[in-house]
């Protein structure tokens, strides 16, 4: 509704989402079976989160955070935890996280502060199905890469 403190929200944004991935990531690599396992079963997400830790690598994790963070392709939160659960470098965690969320907060203000008021039904009814294409697109082409390359 104010489109010029468009960008202070995403600021604030940015930093509370990485915080709360930050928390994740702890909550993954310190407290997995007394934490982190009560809490993907309590989302449904357990099974889905055991996949992705017997196949996942430093490279598939980072872009999961980009493809998370940017339409929450997978759940953001079960990247957060299976980060500390494989032990990916807090800090390299951290500037991952920020160039995802920020970059995805940024935009949107960049666009309420471009267009105003008339691109806020855009962004609510289509960006997000955008943005999930997208995250799509660049997980099947790591997939592809990955495989044609052994």
Known sequence: SKPERAYRY??????????????????????????????LEFYGKYDEFEQLRTSSGVGF????????????LPPIKVVTILSGVIGVN??????????ARGARFLLLA??????????????EKRLGMIVSAGAAALILLYIAV????G
């Open 10 to 39: 995403a600021l604030v944004a940015t930093v509370a989402s990485v915080l709360g991935g930050v928390a994740g990531w702890f909550i993954g690599h310190y407290a997995y079976e007394a934490v982190a396992k009560p809490i």
């Open 146 to 149: 990955r495989y044609a390359h």
């Open 90 to 99: 807090l800090l390299l965690f951290i500037g991952l996280a920020i160039v």
């Open 61 to 72: 994790i980072v872009l999961m955070l980009i493809t998370s963070g940017a339409a929450h």
């Open 110 to 123: 960049w666009l309420l502060r471009r267009y105003g008021e008339s691109i806020r039904e855009f962004i």
